[in-house]
């Protein structure tokens, strides 16, 4: 692969890939062909059918929709929100997901929804919840089943966990399905006291309970897979324990992992090639995913 940037470090390519050269930019290097996430991206499977899909008014309410390759039955619908602490973050920044994830036989929508300083806490979420709804409703045109369910990474897995133990804004959207199971990476489920004034500003300050998912688990839950790496600094793992832990003693379907020596990066990088000797992030995924598809979801 060709440098061109000056006095750059190399490129990494399939032979020469390097955990340490991954932990310095992966999401925050923008998507240059010799960045982590520029190969990450140069990498996925070209499974993009849609892009810039409506699904509300406001620019930032726009979609991509990933298909398999060859489907000749309806596939089950992944819908996936990125992190980036709710202040950034681009559906274009995550293509090496929605290809992954398309490879296995999983529809997948990627929704960019509104950030701050547009908008506060709970708009972002409303507008998660309006992404679910319009795949609900769309997704057979492409070949979808309705079999729909939620993924997501840091502060995405944030929203994702919350449609899921808060059905009110699924249900304020009018969606017509409710998802079927929930893939949570490395999120944020249960972090109050708020430390970082502009965290204050989003979930507003003194932060109410109601903000936190593992305020609203009650067991009735669709099945979870809740992931984490030992290494987190920017998410302490403690949130994935704390809330399988409390939906484990309210009797709710959860199943959750630890990757040793894994950090916040690492574990949503390890869904693309040529970073999956990392952790099993897809795999583990995949493996979930289809278990509810199949019916046959069985957490531990």
Known sequence: ??????????????????????GLGLLGLAATACSPLGVLNGLAPRRRAAEDIAYGPDPRQRLD????DGLKAPAPVVV??????????SKTMYRFVGGALAAKGFITVIPDYRLY???????????????????????????GSDTQMLMGHSAGAYNAAMLALDPTYLRAAQSRLMPAGTVGIA???DFLPLQSAE???IFGFPTAPETQPINHVDGHNAPMLLLAGTKDVTVLPRNTQHLAAR????GGPVSSKLYPGIDHREIIGAMGQPFRFLA?????????????????AQPT
Request: charged share 15%.
């Open 280 to 296: 099993p992030t897809l795999p583990d995924s995949v493996a979930f995913l289809h278990g509810i598809a199949s019916g046959q």
């Open 187 to 189: 999120g944020p489920y």
């Open 65 to 68: 929709i990933y298909v398999p």
């Open 1 to 22: 692969m060709r440098n061109e940037l000056p006095n750059p470090e190399p490129c990494i390519t399939r032979r020469g890939v390097t955990r340490s050269v991954f």
């Open 247 to 250: 939906i484990k003693d309210a």
């Open 80 to 89: 996936f929100y990125y992190g980036g602490g709710w202040d950034s973050g």
């Open 117 to 143: 300083p547009q908008v506060r806490y709970p708009t972002f979420l409303e507008d998660c919840a309006l992404a679910f709804a319009w795949t609900a409703a769309h997704s057979r045109q492409w070949g």
């Open 199 to 201: 965290l204050k500003t």
